[in-house]
Antibody, heavy 117, light 110 residues
Framework: EVQLVESGGGLVQPGGSLRLSCAASGFPFSTSWMTWVRQAPGKGLEWVANIKPDGSDQNYVDSVKGRFTISRDNAKNSLYLQMNSLRAEDTAVYYC??????????WGQGTLVTVSS | QSALTQPASVSGSPGQSITISCTGTSSDVGGYNSVSWYQQHPGKAPKLMIYEVSNRPSGVSDRFSGSKSGSTASLTISGLQAEDEADYYCSSYTISGTHVFGTGTKVTVL
C-alpha cells in the first residue's frame, strides 16, 4: 500500500523557518519524481516544487524561489521542504505527492503551516 | 505562472452530464499533452481522476473523461451522482518546466 506521511508543520513567526518532511512507502521512491503542493485556507491548489529522482534537478514556483529548497534522501525514502523567510501568504496545508506521467498520482494527508505573529 | 482558468461553479441534476473547462495558453495546456484533473472533497487530499489529457487511472469510474482542444482542456462527468459533488482542479506542465493548477471548480449535484 502506498503511503505518504507529511510532518513538520506548525506555527511560525514571519521571517522564520520550518522544515517539512514526507515519509514514503509502498512504491519505488528512488525512481520517482516528487512534488510539494500547497493549499491556503479556503483557496485552491498551488504547485510549489518538484525534484528529480536522483535529486539533481529541482523546479520551483516563482513565489518561493530563493526561499524554499526541496530535497530528498533516497536511502530514507524521504522528501523534504526547507522553508525560510516565511511570509503570511505561505500559510497553507502542504501536501507531498508522487509524480507519474506529469500527474500527481499519490498524495499525503497534508501538514498545516501557519505563519503568524 | 498564472493559474489556469476554470469556471467557479458548475451544477447538474443526478444522471445528467456536466463539463468543466480549463483554459490556459500555448505555454502550458496548448503546448503539452500533460493535463491532469483532480477531485477534492472537503477536508481531504486531492485524488487524481485524469492524466495526460484523457487517461483514467485504475479505479476511477469511466463516467469521468477528459479531452483537449487548443489551449482549453475539459473534464466531463456523465451520469452525475451525489458523490461527485466536490471541487475539481486541472493542472498542466508548463514551458518553464514547472506545473500549474487551475483556479478550481465547485461541482454541485442538485
Amino acid at each position: 500500500e502506498v503511503q505518504l506521511v507529511e510532518s513538520g508543520g506548525g506555527l511560525v513567526q514571519p521571517g522564520g523557518s520550518l522544515r517539512l518532511s514526507c515519509a514514503a512507502s509502498g512504491f519505488p521512491f528512488s525512481t520517482s519524481w516528487m512534488t510539494w503542493v500547497r493549499q491556503a485556507p479556503g483557496k485552491g491548489l498551488e504547485w510549489v516544487a518538484n525534484i528529480k529522482p536522483d535529486g539533481s534537478d529541482q523546479n520551483y514556483v516563482d513565489s518561493v524561489k530563493g526561499r524554499f529548497t526541496i530535497s530528498r534522501d533516497n536511502a530514507k525514502n524521504s522528501l523534504y521542504l526547507q522553508m525560510n523567510s516565511l511570509r503570511a501568504e505561505d500559510t497553507a496545508v502542504y501536501y507531498c505527492a508522487r509524480d507519474k506521467r506529469a500527474a500527481r498520482d499519490y498524495w499525503g494527508q497534508g501538514t498545516l503551516v501557519t505563519v503568524s505573529s | 505562472q498564472s493559474a489556469l482558468t476554470q469556471p467557479a461553479s458548475v451544477s447538474g441534476s443526478p444522471g445528467q452530464s456536466i463539463t468543466i473547462s480549463c483554459t490556459g495558453t500555448s505555454s502550458d495546456v496548448g503546448g503539452y499533452n500533460s493535463v491532469s484533473w483532480y477531485q477534492q472533497h472537503p477536508g481531504k487530499a486531492p485524488k487524481l481522476m485524469i492524466y495526460e489529457v484523457s487517461n483514467r487511472p485504475s479505479g476511477v469510474s469511466d463516467r469521468f473523461s477528459g479531452s483537449k482542444s487548443g489551449s482549453t482542456a475539459s473534464l466531463t462527468i456523465s451520469g452525475l451522482q451525489a458523490e461527485d459533488e466536490a471541487d475539481y482542479y486541472c493542472s498542466s506542465y508548463t514551458i518553464s518546466g514547472t506545473h500549474v493548477f487551475g483556479t478550481g471548480t465547485k461541482v454541485t449535484v442538485l
